[in-house]
């Protein structure tokens, strides 16, 4: 059966375009104008993912996102933006969004993150690309055992992976789920160098290329949920090449 993708966005050029396109490529789509009729057909019948345009009338993206979010529904959400400042896209993670796309927007774009978010609900391990020649190649990356893991420690981080909860020492941390994901896939390669092809290729199954922004913003709102003051940085740069977790 096709998935079903639910779009909201209040131009009618790129709604009609964009529907059409996710059609030809065999999702079912229901399209609407607005941040009501959203809320009010996730509500009847829950979508695969939702596409949300951020700049709506009335209620927009960001709303619709933080309505569901807080009702608990973690249906996968890519939000559609021209907003292109890290502040409002820290925004979109704030709200629950899982992802997003800066307009203009290639349509073939849209489709490879439509991919990822819908891999990351489904079964199956993503298929390995090729690493960066400096770093660790994804072949040699920890990946999850056959059998699940209940508990990862590394660099005064604790995580429970079946409840979706992580400590740093005593202090509980409120992580979105490509949080979560990026904090796991660190944790689990604790002390190890992931380049930015690796990082990508594990937690949206595609590598946006050198150009993209979207790691970088992630890391970024990762960090200020686990650094303390007075306390270690537990995520390092390596210039050029990708992240470490490590407490120095």
Avoid at 10 to 31: N, S
Avoid at 190 to 196: C, K, S
């Amino acid at each position: 059966m096709s998935q079903t993708v639910l779009l909201a966005e209040d131009d009618r050029a790129i709604r009609h375009a964009l529907e059409r396109a996710l059609t030809l490529e065999g999702y079912r789509v229901t399209a609407v104008a607005d941040g009501v009729e959203a809320l009010a057909q996730a509500h009847r019948t829950p979508p695969d993912v939702l596409v949300l345009d951020v700049m709506m009338p009335g209620i927009d993206g960001l709303q619709v996102c933080r309505v569901l979010r807080a009702e608990g529904d973690r249906t996968p959400i890519l939000m559609l933006t021209a907003l292109v400042e890290t502040a409002d896209r820290i925004a979109g993670l704030d709200a629950g969004a899982d992802d997003y796309v800066v307009k203009p927007f290639d349509v073939e774009e849209v489709f490879a993150r439509l991919r990822a978010l819908l891999r990351r609900t489904g079964t199956g391990e993503r298929p390995a690309k090729g690493a960066a020649s400096v770093g660790v190649r994804a072949s040699h990356v920890t990946k999850e055992p056959a059998v699940p893991e209940r508990q990862l420690a590394a660099a005064g981080l604790r995580m429970d992976l079946q409840a979706r909860r992580v400590w740093r020492g005593a202090r509980e941390l409120e992580l979105t789920r490509t949080e979560f994901e990026l904090l796991e896939l660190l944790v689990r390669n604790a002390g190890i160098v992931l380049d930015h092809s690796t990082i990508y290729d594990r937690i949206w199954g595609y590598d946006f290329g050198p150009g993209s922004k979207n790691l970088a913003v992630y890391v970024g709102y990762l960090r200020r949920k686990l650094d303390e003051p007075g306390a270690s940085q537990l995520i390092h740069t390596v210039r050029g090449v990708g992240y470490v977790l490590r407490e120095d």
